[in-house]
């Protein structure tokens, strides 16, 4: 098959395995920058040109789209789509998936294990979004922020009302969430593709720190899920309607809550963490759908 991998840095360790284990199983594969790919939109003959010639004969597509080029990366992914392509993260899933209330909604609406989750038009009762939370220690959370930036615990009322009243001050759009002590500082990451589980890794913050995200410094190892935990996780992998997964979830006294599902999960945490192929398991789903 030829498989195009949508990529900004051809070095990136997802990307260098999606190509690794692509031509290991005998398949044509390349990796193409979506910001350089002019869309050519006319009735019934969708094209993409790229670096001076158009492309052709692709049968899928592996979208690594970062969060700060959404929206051109998913008219990329549409158009690939529109040309017959089949696409490991469906073009309208990926939109669904980067806005943090969205999603929240959806996982709401499947009936899904969430973090109690206030949002509001900048409103001036900042005492009352806290008192909906549950008071405090709460998380305070840009909508658009990614890999752990953008996250602030608020451990008094007054450090919640500070920052609150300066982000809304800012026209800045936040969630306000219940802390969820029993976690201690962790999260769990679920990959799943197509419907399955495929591998999993607790993530611990450092010492001093809420966040557990690997690029905030946190550490990871491998856990084997519950049977509760593993159908969160595949419940709300499905309610986004995503073919490959990064689901986050939290333990907590009430079950498992999901605090986010990502539609661009890196493999570099999760593979070494696992010791699994989850690359190889990428391009299996794709062999199974083409």
């Known amino acids: 098959m030829n498989i195009k991998i949508l990529s900004r840095n051809p070095n990136l360790y997802s990307t260098k395995r999606l190509v690794e284990a692509a031509e290991k199983r005998k398949h044509n594969v390349q990796v193409i920058d979506p910001l350089k790919c002019d869309l050519v939109i006319e009735k019934r003959n969708p094209n993409i040109y790229y670096k001076g010639e158009y492309i052709l004969d692709t049968d899928a597509i592996i979208p690594r789209i970062g969060a700060s080029v959404t929206f051109y990366g998913t008219a990329v992914v549409r158009q690939f789509e529109m040309m017959g392509a089949f696409s ?36 001036r009762d900042v005492n009352g979004v806290i008192q909906q939370v549950g008071g405090t220690p709460l998380v305070i959370k840009l ?39 029993e976690a201690k500082g962790a999260d769990i990451r679920v990959f799943v593709v197509d419907g399955h589980v495929v591998g999993a890794m607790k993530r611990q913050g450092k010492e001093g720190e809420f966040r557990s995200n690997l690029h905030q410094g946190g550490s990871a190892e491998v856990i084997e899920l519950t049977d ?26 009430r079950g498992p809550l999901i605090l986010e599902v990502n539609s661009s999960p890196g493999l570099e945490g999760i593979e070494k963490a696992t010791g699994k192929d989850i690359a190889r398991t990428i391009i299996q789903f794709i062999e199974k759908n083409v």
């Not at 929240?104 to 900048?122: C, D, E, H, M, W």
């Not at 009243?165 to 759009?173: C, D, I, K, M, S």
């Not at 509760?228 to 995503?242: D, G, N, S, T």
């Open 143 to 181: 909508l658009e922020g990614t890999q752990g930036l953008g996250v602030v615990l608020a451990e008094t009322k007054n450090a919640a009302k500070s920052v609150i009243e300066a982000f809304n001050g800012l026209q800045a759009r936040v969630i306000v969430q219940e802390f969820i002590k």
């Open 88 to 123: 490991t993260i469906d073009s309208e899933a990926l939109v669904r998936s980067r806005d943090k209330l969205r999603s929240l909604q959806v996982l709401s609406r499947a009936k899904i294990g969430l973090p109690k989750t206030v949002f509001t038009n900048y409103s």
């Open 228 to 253: 509760e935990e593993e159908i969160a996780a595949i419940k709300a992998a499905k309610a986004m309607r995503l073919g490959v997964a990064g689901v986050d979830l939290l333990q907590s006294s």
